[in-house]
Nanobody, 117 residues
Framework: VQLVESGGGLVQPGGSLRLSCLFS????????MSWYRQAPGKERELVAS????????NYADSVKGRFTISRVNAKTTVYLQMNSLKREDTAVYYC???????????WGKGTLVTVSS
């Protein structure tokens, strides 16, 4: 499995970004997908997750109402729409794939999001 994130960059507070994670290697629908982030000096934390079929999205309390995770299985891509960005959202954002049956986990290399004026 290979995961390639894109869409990060510099955005002003209150702005929006959409991250994408392109999955390749196996059957995309057999993997639950998640977005994590790691800010400087902090541990990696779960931001949002979504099931293989695209249901049951879950969010960290800190992003509820601002971020939306979605997936298009035909495009083997998972997205993270981030609105009303705050400075504390600054982090490297990582995509994770977890095999629903195998339990195997794979990570992308991350994409940097910087929220600053």
């Amino acid at each position: 499995v290979q995961l390639v994130e894109s869409g990060g960059g510099l955005v002003q507070p209150g702005g929006s970004l959409r991250l994408s994670c392109l999955f390749s290697g196996f059957t995309f629908g057999s993997y639950a997908m998640s977005w994590y982030r790691q800010a400087p000096g902090k541990e990696r934390e779960l931001v949002a997750s979504i099931s293989g079929a695209g249901g049951s999205p879950n969010y960290a309390d800190s992003v509820k109402g601002r971020f939306t995770i979605s997936r298009v299985n035909a495009k083997t891509t998972v997205y993270l729409q981030m609105n009303s960005l705050k400075r504390e959202d600054t982090a490297v954002y990582y995509c994770k794939a977890a095999g629903i049956l195998s339990g195997m986990a794979y990570w992308g290399k991350g994409t940097l999001v910087t929220v600053s004026s």
